[in-house]
């Protein structure tokens, strides 16, 4: 039981704050966020391709070595074969045995420039991927900024057309609470006549009203006579 209703606790806090979110501020939230993804994918970005940079430098390097311990272990040998002719067994013990070093020597700095290139190998598709990345991500980012404008605009014509909402409603407002409508004078009308009907047909059916009825059938019998009168006096028929 309390677990649902901490469920419903939950559903109903969530429920009340996204609709106290402002739309507006969400988007810039959206927007903020994407631009800092992008900041980090574009350092990570930086740091591969840094680190092939790197192994670039250390190739070159790498080869030099290379090559200077194959021209050393070369002059050594040169040397060895002179002494040989020349019958020195001294120089030929000493440049024979500094051929060897460097061939030693020789035999690390190509093994080194092996690895190193193996490497370079990598490090130049992580840094592809890795600019294809950023790439990738500035399209999103452009297209989360054409979003933004036209969530914006829409946002506007939102709000504009609550406002008219609320206009029309207060007046819609006013009309039902200060003005009476034609249904209703109408009806204010025809009450008022059905009610005078009804008191002229009941002063009728009463003694009062009978009299009236007869001073005024007399009145205008009074108001004949006189009329047939003055006819006479003016000498019309």
Do not use: C
């Amino acid at each position: 039981m309390l677990r649902r209703i901490w469920g419903y606790l939950k559903a109903l806090f969530r429920s009340t704050a996204e609709r106290a979110m402002n739309p507006e501020i969400e988007i810039e939230q959206a927007i903020q966020e994407a631009r800092k993804q992008d900041q980090a994918l574009r350092n990570q970005a930086a740091k591969v391709i840094a680190h092939r940079a790197q192994l670039e430098r250390k190739l070159e390097k790498s080869a030099d070595d290379v090559g200077e311990a194959r021209e050393m272990a070369k002059k050594a040998l040169l040397k060895a074969e002179e002494g040989k002719n020349a019958g020195d067994a001294e120089a030929v013990d000493k440049w024979t045995r500094a051929a060897q070093s460097l061939a030693l020597k020789l035999q690390a700095a190509e093994n080194n420039l092996n690895g190193l290139k193996s490497q370079y190998e990598t490090a130049v598709t992580q840094a592809d991927d890795a600019k294809s990345a950023v790439e990738t991500n500035a399209m999103r980012l452009q297209e989360l900024a054409a979003k933004r404008m036209e969530l914006l605009g829409r946002l506007e014509q939102a709000k504009m057309q609550e406002a008219v909402n609320s206009a029309v409603e207060s007046m819609s407002a006013t009309l039902d609470v200060d003005a009476p409508t034609l249904d209703n004078v109408e009806s204010k009308i025809e009450e008022r006549l059905a009610k005078a009907s009804a008191n002229a047909e009941l002063r009728e059916s009463t003694p009062e009203g009978a009299e009236a009825e007869l001073r005024e059938a007399i009145n205008m019998a009074s108001a004949d006579s006189k009329l047939e009168e003055l006819k006479a006096e003016l000498g019309l028929a």
